[in-house]
């Protein structure tokens, strides 16, 4: 299929896909095996051995290469694995520069495996690019951003870092999970790679761990191929098709989750035992204007502080909703509600958790699909008792 004319919706049902060559199987099947029958010792049809490459693997990377706009896509057992094998393509004494706001297993990965193999990560806030440009050097091997970061949802200007980045021959890396590609596609905005984990928006149901890397340059992907291979983090086909199935809903999912949060942002926005409200479409969010620019909608993650900005106060609302079920991960058609500090971000020392304005009354919601006024109906009685209290 000549397929770069096609719409989003188009492309993540059939995006790299056709029908299966030998049944005409409509829908990708699940080939659960570990290895494939050779024709000769010299022939093969393509598969030998599943860690290299399985048919249900491929027609996920295809997909995902054709949805982000690139040549080639990689998938993993999990985001972080896909992490790991950037991480992969350093040597002792290079240089990272991350952005400060962080997801924390990515932060968890750098600090606690990747430093003690020497490479040196430096985390800024990519508000302003000065900052970034400020930090590399020509140690400087990789940036790495998060855009919407993860839970204070700032925007970084994917454009004017990947610029700096490309002057100095450093390769750019968005972790693309919170916006996923029907939002933002940082390989138009010259980013080099663009990391998923899967496991959320891609996958949308919270059914299946799994993460992809993708990237248009071919020597590049080659490397990553051969990353992937040759340390064999790589996602069961069962797994495959399971995010190869939500990826085919995920323009209509995403158009939902942003109907939804931005809702849920006005209602909080108003409630009196809020503080403030951290969702990109809100006006008065200073990332406002860049994400309009850089994103087709403002996304389904959002986070609020309380009034009272203690862990009791956030407990009492995080102990109270009934249709936001509390519990880690995000992106999936059922609204999540978190707590950063003691949850996903456990794993950063308290004054840098909190200079990034990670404060114990942060509250993050992974805003789902379901009708928005129940959603709210939901937040109102958690926040209204936690307040009349
Ligand atoms: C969940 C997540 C990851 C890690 O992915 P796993 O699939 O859990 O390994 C990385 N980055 C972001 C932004 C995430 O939300």
């Known amino acids: 299929m000549a397929e770069k004319h096609l719409n989003f919706g188009t492309l993540a049902i059939h995006g790299g896909l056709s029908p299966d060559k030998t049944t005409g199987a409509v829908m990708t099947p699940v080939y659960q095996t570990s290895t494939f029958a050779r024709e000769s010792v010299d022939e093969h049809k393509g598969y030998a051995y599943s860690r290299t490459q399985n048919p249900t693997r491929e027609a996920l990377e295809k997909n995902i290469a054709a949805i982000e706009g690139v040549s080639h896509a990689a998938c993993f057992g999990s985001g972080m694995a896909a992490t790991d094998a950037v991480l992969r393509l350093l040597s002792p004494g290079d240089e990272v520069i991350a952005t400060n706001d962080l997801y924390g297993g990515t932060y968890r990965i750098f600090k606690t495996v990747y430093e003690r193999y020497g490479v040196v990560f430096r985390f800024v806030s990519m508000h302003d690019v000065k900052n970034v440009r400020d930090k590399i050097n020509d140690k400087t091997k990789l940036i790495w951003i998060e855009t919407p970061t993860n839970p204070m949802t700032n925007i970084i200007d994917i454009a004017a870092v990947s610029k700096a980045a490309t002057a100095h021959n450093v390769l750019t890396v968005v972790d693309n999970t919170f916006a996923t590609p029907y939002l933002q596609r940082p390989a138009e905005l010259g980013a080099d790679i663009i990391m998923h984990s899967a496991t959320k928006y891609l996958g949308g149901h919270s059914d299946v761990v799994s993460g992809a890397l993708a990237c248009d340059d071919d020597s590049l992907a080659v490397e990553i191929k051969r990353i992937q291979n040759t340390t064999g983090a790589v996602p069961g086909p069962m797994d495959c098709f399971l995010t190869l199935r939500g990826i085919k809903t995920l323009h209509v999912r995403m158009e939902r989750h942003c109907e939804n949060a931005g809702e849920i942002a006005q ?66 058609v059922e609204s999540l509600i978190g707590h950063p500090a003691t949850m996903t971000h456990a794993a950063i020392p308290k004054n840098e958790r909190e200079k990034a304005g990670i404060t114990d009354s942060l509250i993050r919601l992974s805003v789902g699909i379901e009708d928005a006024q129940d959603l709210i109906a939901d937040l109102k009685q958690a926040l209204d008792a936690s307040v009349n209290k």
Do not use: C, I, Y
């Open 267 to 332: 209602f909080l926005q108003q409630h009196p035992g809020v503080e403030s409200v951290h969702w990109p479409g809100l006006n008065t969010h200073p990332g406002h204007h860049l994400a309009k620019k850089q994103m087709r909608n403002f996304g389904g993650m959002l986070s609020f502080s309380l009034k009272e900005d203690t862990l009791e106060a956030a407990k009492e609302v995080l102990n109270r909703t009934k249709v936001f079920t509390l519990a880690e991960s995000l992106g999936g």
